[in-house]
Nanobody
């Protein structure tokens, strides 16, 4: 079973920044749509940002203008740059890789990384 590996979470003060990273041994991200999701306690897992294999991005309204998703094909890594963090951004952040090819869907998740925004 493929599992993605996230890193970069932690505790940050309101207004601060963090950069999350996601990679996966044995999985070539270039053909996948990559995404970052988050889940706060007692809430559902919601999409934060996605990036297609062609580089098109999409963001949740709550993070537009503050978060940036990007991918480095050479490093097989996807990033989420988070600026101007707010307490409501506190959640476990998950990386996702999704691909539909020749009728076969491949969908992988990471174990999550905790982001806590608090003074």
């Amino acid at each position: 079973q493929v599992q993605l590996v996230e890193s970069g979470g932690g505790l940050v003060q309101p207004g601060g920044s963090l950069r999350l990273s996601c990679t996966a041994p044995g999985v070539i991200f270039s053909s996948f749509r990559m995404g970052w999701y988050r889940q706060a306690p007692g809430k559902s897992r919601d999409v934060v940002a996605t990036i297609t294999d062609g580089g098109s991005t999409n963001y949740a309204d709550s993070v537009k203008g503050r978060f940036t998703i990007s991918r480095d094909s050479a490093k097989n890594t996807v990033y989420l740059q988070m600026n101007s963090l707010k307490p409501e951004d506190t959640a476990v952040y998950y990386c996702n890789a999704d691909r539909l090819s020749w009728g076969v869907r491949n969908n992988y998740w990471g174990q999550g990384t905790q982001v806590t925004v608090s003074s």
